[in-house]
């Protein structure tokens, strides 16, 4: 069975997981259970605020999935976390749809 690994998207200066976006979170743990392998957890944020905030925010939005993928039964020793802040902008308009993708966590192969 092949599964995609979804990004998840956070509100502005928010780490706590949406209620819109805990079933791609569910969906998420369920593929990383199905597969080997280590994975990144990669936080990122949009460029409002300071390089120093953007980094920790996107260090705690990384801690709160991975949290919560294990309480969903995802193995501990799979998961390691990065925070890049908004060093890696999905999209680099300085328009309010473009900053929410940049709020964001990515789950990948390491």
């Known amino acids: 069975m092949s599964c995609n690994?979804?990004?998840i998207y956070f509100d502005f200066n928010?780490?706590?997981i949406r209620l819109d976006q805990e079933?791609?979170?569910a969906q998420n743990a369920a593929c990383l259970k199905e597969r080997l392998g280590s994975?990144?957890?990669e936080g990122h944020c949009d460029e409002l605020g300071s390089d120093e905030y953007n980094l920790a925010?996107?260090?705690r939005r990384a801690?709160?999935?991975v949290r919560a993928y294990r309480e969903l039964g995802v193995s501990k020793g799979m998961l390691s976390t990065l925070g890049y802040g908004e060093e890696k902008p999905a999209c680099v308009e300085s328009?309010?749809?473009c900053r929410q993708k940049n709020r964001r966590v990515e789950t990948l192969p390491r």
């Open 39 to 41: 994975y990144i957890v």
């Open 23 to 25: 079933d791609l979170v």
């Open 5 to 7: 690994l979804e990004p």
């Open 57 to 59: 925010l996107s260090q």
């Open 63 to 65: 801690a709160a999935i």
């Open 95 to 97: 328009n309010d749809a």
């Open 14 to 16: 928010e780490n706590s």
